[in-house]
């Protein structure tokens, strides 16, 4: 089955930096790559996603980038702000079938 | 449009104590989710229903039931609880229609001792 590794587990910057968080996946007909905000206490939601026929998405301050060949994307929040801190999951899935998370990267952006 | 509720919000049981979690979905969504929360592992899935009557199993299985009652309401079933399933439970539904986005519920926290 599919297996999602994220990195890294923490992630620590200064307001305004940019920040870059990792996820490689195993299974290559896996071809929707969702990322979810998980902010303390409350519930996961989607901020952005990617499908296998694109490379790159963007959303104002946030993208997303593939390569299915390497089986590899990343999240990148670019001048990230104090509020922008949180856990981040990535996900991989076929199509409609369920998603496989990744563990999580805790970011902590400091003023 | 509530979109994805749960019940209870905390609950603690002692070992072997038996008890449902609750989950309903107003967004007409076809596929429904429950997952378990650890610290450190992420989101695992437990039990997923791709539609009105139909069940499969997830990743951890092991120690729970599930019921699609109807195309709203997905509940979890915990028969003989036991301290490894301490973690917080989230459903999540999902149109199927070429969206693919999972919409979370709040979750339940659930202690066992």
């Known amino acids: 089955g599919e297996n999602v590794e994220q990195h890294p587990s923490t992630l620590s910057v200064q307001e305004g930096d940019s920040a870059v968080i990792k996820c490689t996946y195993s299974d290559s007909a896996s071809n929707y790559f969702p990322w979810y905000k998980q902010e303390l206490g409350k519930r996961p939601q989607l901020i952005i996603d990617i499908r296998s026929n694109v490379g790159e998405k963007k959303d104002q301050r946030i993208a997303v980038t593939l390569n299915k060949t390497a089986k590899h994307f990343s999240l990148h929040i670019t001048e990230t702000q104090p509020e922008d801190s949180a856990v981040y999951f990535c996900?991989?899935?076929?199509?409609?079938?369920?998603?496989?998370f990744g563990t999580g990267t805790r970011l902590l952006v400091s003023p | 449009n509530a979109g994805v509720t749960q019940t209870p919000k905390f609950q603690v049981l002692k070992t072997g104590q038996s008890m449902t979690l609750q989950c309903a979905q107003d967004?007409?969504?076809?596929?429904m989710y429950w997952y378990r929360q650890d610290p450190g592992m992420g989101l695992r899935l437990i039990y997923y229903?791709?539609?009105?009557?139909?069940?499969d199993k997830g990743e951890v299985p092991n120690g729970y039931n599930v019921s699609r009652l109807n195309k709203r309401e997905f509940s979890l079933r915990l028969e003989s609880a036991a301290p490894s399933q301490t973690s917080v439970y989230f459903c999540a539904s999902m149109e199927t229609s070429g969206a693919d986005t999972q919409y979370f519920g709040p979750g339940t926290r659930l202690t066992v001792l």
């Open positions: 967004m007409n969504h076809n596929s």
């Open positions: 229903s791709a539609s009105e009557g139909t069940t």
């Open positions: 996900a991989a899935s076929r199509g409609f079938q369920k998603l496989v």
